[in-house]
Structure formats: C-alpha cells, structure tokens
C-alpha cells in the first residue's frame, strides 16, 4: 500500500543547476507533507514542510511546491551543492493521527562537480 | 542543539533473543515514534506514543514489540523474540506539541 510515492529512485545534477524531487500521494486525507534528507548511516533530517492550505514554501535554496488536485509535490533545491548529495525522502501525515509519517521510498539526489 | 539519541548504534543478536534499544528524545518534547527502515526499503512508521500510552500503531508492531518510557526520559523499544526480518535500522524520534519529528541516527539490528 503506498500511499506516498517517489517514483524517480535516483537523479543527478551539476553543482549550482536546480534539483526537482518528485512526490505523489494517493491518500487525499493527508494534509501535511515534509521532505527529510538522509545520510548514510543517519537520521532522516528535516528540511521543509508545507500544509495543504499553502500550494509553496521557501526556505533559502528549498522551496516546496504543492499541487493538492494533482496529488504531486516536489522540493525544488537551487542552486544545487555538493553537499546535497543525499536521499530524499517525502513523507505526509494527517490531522489526527499523533503525526504519524507515511514516507515515499527515497530518492537519491547525486550533485555533482 | 538537542538532539534525539540512540543506543545502541548497532546491535547483533541471535534469532529468538530479546532486544531492547534504547532512545532519549529531546527534552521538552511530548510525542514520540518508532520507525523502522529495512536495507533497500523506506522509512516504515512503527508505533507513536503519548502521555504515557501508545496512541497509534503499524502492523508490523505485533505482540512481540513493546514500549515504555520508563522513567520519563528514555523511551525504549523491545522485541521479544526476534526474527531475522527484524534486521533493519530503527529510528526513535520526537516532536514538541506540532510540526516537525526529530529523529535519531538509528540502530542497526542484525538478527543472525
């Protein structure tokens, strides 16, 4: 059952273009959604969210963009560093159920030189 | 900063055995999780707990898994027996009254 998905599982960018990650949900109950990082061997670390009242969100070089008839968000990263070579995780929760996240399968951001 | 931290980093164990892991989530926060991430597969949601009880749980968290936060500052997960697919790496996280979880760096479990 995956209700979040990440159908790109990996991509690979030149250092200062723009990185797009990819999300598509199917539960329409989910009114909050986040994007994690995550090293090896790591936690996944928070990056940016976005309630389903807003359709973006900026946060310095991420922005988060949100398409609810769509079902589809994506976390936009410019310009892209090195040092955000990582997975990517997008991940939803909705009112009432303690934040609990359902997360997308990852996908594996390589930036490279 | 405060930070979620886990212990053990990685733990072996023998299939059947009992395994407790072990996590302190920050301080002031009230809401905290289990997630599991078997190798090659996402982050999976095991239980969620509040106010002293469990207030959601997954599937996969069957009778052989358990919580407590014992003594109001760790939160510890056990597992009765277990299996060799219990091998993965469990994160323990926390979140203050909304937004965001902070999660831990994990804890490699091999089951042998």
């Known amino acids: 059952d995956q209700q979040v998905k990440q159908n790109s599982p990996s991509l690979s960018v030149q250092e200062g273009r723009i990185s797009i990650l990819n999300c598509d949900y199917t539960?329409?109950?989910?009114?909050?959604f986040l994007w994690y990082k995550k090293y090896p061997a790591e936690g996944p670390t928070f990056l940016i969210s976005?309630?389903?009242?807003?359709d973006k969100n900026e946060d310095g070089r991420f922005t988060v963009f949100l398409n609810k008839s769509a079902k589809h968000l994506s976390l936009h990263i410019v310009p892209s560093q090195p040092g955000d070579s990582a997975v990517y995780f997008c991940?939803?929760?909705?009112?009432?159920?303690?934040?609990?996240?359902?997360f997308g399968t990852g996908t594996r951001l390589q930036v490279t030189l | 900063e405060p930070e979620v931290t886990q212990t053990p980093s990685h733990q072996v164990t023998q299939m059947g055995q009992e395994v407790i892991l072990r996590c302190v989530p920050i301080?002031?926060?009230?809401?905290f999780y289990w997630y599991r991430q078997i190798l090659g597969q996402k982050v999976e949601f095991l239980v969620s707990?509040?106010?002293?009880?469990?207030?959601?749980k997954s599937e996969i968290f069957d009778d052989q898994f358990s919580v407590e936060r014992p003594d109001g500052s760790n939160f510890t997960l056990k597992i009765r027996s277990t299996k060799l697919e219990d091998s993965a790496m469990y994160f323990c996280?926390?979140?203050?009254?909304?937004?965001?979880?902070?999660f831990g760096e994990g804890s490699r479990l091999t089951v042998l």
């Open positions: 707990f509040y106010n002293n009880e469990i207030s959601e």
């Open positions: 976005i309630s389903s009242i807003k």
């Open positions: 991940a939803a929760s909705y009112t009432g159920t303690a934040s609990k996240l359902t």
């Open positions: 539960n329409s109950m989910f009114d909050y």
């Open positions: 996280a926390s979140r203050a009254g909304g937004g965001e979880l902070f």
């Open positions: 301080s002031n926060h009230l809401y």
